[in-house]
């Protein structure tokens, strides 16, 4: 292949928009690539929906702490949240696409016991 030719494909694909599927699976990583956050969803996949105080007390977080983690995995899609009075509640997003669950089954099946 020639250098021009090359330079174009090269050109091409800087330029290609990503995926819906790839801008999820970025979102996953990034939310995963925290040890406090992968603590938090194993405690979620173990026990169901928690309550953020909860979540602190296991984690050994500051409220303030825990939130942030918890938020970014709502963001990611991971989790879902709901107030309760002046509780929140997080649990497990049942709905989340097949390929980020298997993508966080095997993070958490990888840590150990």
């Not at 173990?46 to 983690?69: F, K, P, Y």
Request: aromatic share 4%.
């Amino acid at each position: 292949m020639s250098i021009r030719r090359n330079a174009t494909r090269v050109a091409r694909l800087k330029t290609k928009q990503t995926s819906e599927k790839e801008d999820r699976l970025l979102l996953l990583f990034s939310a995963l690539a925290n040890a406090t956050r992968l603590r938090a969803l194993c405690l979620l996949y173990e026990n169901g929906e928690l309550c953020l105080c909860d979540i602190v007390e296991a984690l050994g977080a500051t409220q303030s702490r825990a939130s942030r983690h918890m938020a970014a995995l709502v963001r990611a899609g991971i989790l879902l949240d709901r107030r309760q009075d002046q509780w929140v509640r997080y649990r497990i997003n049942k709905k989340m696409p097949k390929y980020l669950k298997a993508q966080i089954e095997v993070a958490i099946s990888a840590l150990p016991k």
